[in-house]
């Protein structure tokens, strides 16, 4: 009896997050239809002016803003994380290993409230006294730095797991054929876990496409479309917040205006994690 409810427990748990996330979707989908009917969609998805007060809904200069900030994060976070993942790997011993890694992963547990507030009130100011004297206060370079270092934990952990993953006998026959450990890792272990090492980073670009608070907070809330990096722009994320905190009336356009911006925001993850799905289910290897 004990073993029968415990099981059904855990499968009511199981269709619970099934559930949960099917009625995300009903939500957005809804209210997404609801602004449709109100506004074109192919102005939507083709204008590069976004002014809700003036009834301008056009959603390019919002992704502009999200995706500025999420190249320069992978620019950032990709080299650090795969060189990471490879010293942890391949050249730490087992005790450094031990607590390096999860004091890596330690950043991956910071507010990200606290890195918003770091790229205002020090990155920002740091760029300007000795990089870019122009830059704004609020800038997309310095969200995307710090977003950067933000998901590092993301794309060295996972590339880690991946790269350990790769059995040891391909590295003891590349040093049977006279390789070093630098050729071994780079030209053996690295190709061999390369759909792992392609998903951390696909997963480290979501987390990087939804961040909320860093970009609200160090990048502005001035939606412009082909704007340079050192300037202010506005995130998808950034719009939903700015909505959400003010007092726009339940039911109008731009509340409804929210869902849209949501609904595009969940194609894009959703579009990268079948990415990533198609591509490790593609070019994994099986030892």
């Known amino acids: 009896m004990r073993e029968t409810m415990i099981k059904l427990a ?6 619970l997050s099934i559930l949960t996330t ?10 997404t239809i609801g602004f449709f009917r109100k506004e074109s969609i192919v102005e939507f998805l083709t204008s590069t ?3 809700p007060t003036t009834g301008s ?23 650090l994380g795969l060189l990471a993942a490879i010293y942890l790997s391949e050249y730490a011993s087992r005790g450094l290993r031990r607590w390096l890694k999860p004091a890596l992963e330690i950043l991956a547990g910071i507010p990200t409230v606290v890195y918003g ?9 740091f760029l300007r006294s000795h990089l870019f004297p122009d830059i704004g206060s609020f800038n997309a370079l310095s969200a995307g ?11 060295a952990s996972v590339s880690e797991d991946a790269i350990f993953a790769v059995p040891q006998s391909l590295r003891e026959g590349a040093y049977a054929l ?29 987390r990087a496409i939804g961040e909320t608070m860093i970009v609200t907070i160090a990048m502005g809330a001035q939606p412009i479309w082909g704007g340079s990096p050192l300037e202010g722009m506005q995130a998808m994320t950034a719009y939903i917040v700015q909505v959400v905190g003010g007092e726009t009336p339940r039911g109008s356009v ?25 591509f490790v289910r593609r070019f994994r290897e099986v030892y």
Do not use: D, H
């Open 178 to 206: 006279g390789a070093t450990k630098r050729e071994t890792a780079t030209k053996i272990v690295v190709p061999a876990a390369l759909s792992g090492i392609v998903a951390a980073v696909i997963l480290g670009i979501s």
């Open 117 to 125: 507030y770091f790229a205002l009130t020090f990155i920002t100011p």
């Open 57 to 79: 809904f056009g959603i390019l200069p919002l992704v502009y803003g999200t995706l500025t900030a999420t190249i320069i994060a992978v620019i950032v976070a990709l080299p």
């Open 22 to 31: 099917f009625g995300i979707v009903l939500v957005l989908l809804f209210e």
């Open 10 to 15: 855990l499968t009511a748990c199981a269709y």
């Open 49 to 51: 002016r976004w002014s």
């Open 254 to 278: 731009q509340y409804q205006s929210i869902f849209a911006v949501g609904s595009a925001l969940f194609v894009m993850t959703l579009t990268l994690n079948l990415i990533s799905y198609w």
């Open 145 to 155: 730095l710090i977003m950067g270092v933000m998901i590092i934990p993301t794309v």
